[in-house]
């Protein structure tokens, strides 16, 4: 996982040159607030890209958000789950895989909506207009 400032979101598929594209699981998405807490929780300091997550968001929770819409600056992306932590998180730190179960801990997946770029520092809140 390589961390960018701007990656090009792409209607039913995901993000722009990644290996997994369409699906249902096009984009997957971690909150920096719970990530801190399971650091914190775990008292080890582990980078984000442990999670192997496409996106690092702050600010809003994830947590029981199936069906909303998130907009990332002017992308949209439908939450269709939640993604549960595998084995490679146990690897990476004894407890992180217990930690990230509980309360959306390890995130969630989507489906983009609409092309567009999103770049670090964009505004992230949840569609209320439907």
Do not use: F, H
């Amino acid at each position: 996982m390589d961390p960018v400032d701007r990656a090009t979101l792409q209607t039913a598929k995901g993000i722009a040159g990644n290996a997994n594209q369409g699906g249902r699981r096009q984009v997957t998405i971690i909150e920096r607030e719970a990530w801190d807490r399971m650091m914190e929780e775990l008292a080890c300091d582990l980078d984000p890209s442990t999670r192997r997550a496409n996106l690092l968001v702050n600010g809003i929770s994830l947590a029981e958000s199936r069906e909303q819409i998130l907009k990332i600056g002017d992308v949209q992306i439908r939450i269709l789950g939640e993604t549960r932590p595998c084995e490679r998180m146990e690897e990476a730190q004894p407890g992180l895989q217990a930690a990230m179960r509980p309360n959306w801990g390890g995130g969630a997946y989507g489906e983009v909506l609409n092309d567009g770029e999103i770049s670090l520092g964009d505004e992230v809140a949840w569609d209320t207009s439907t």
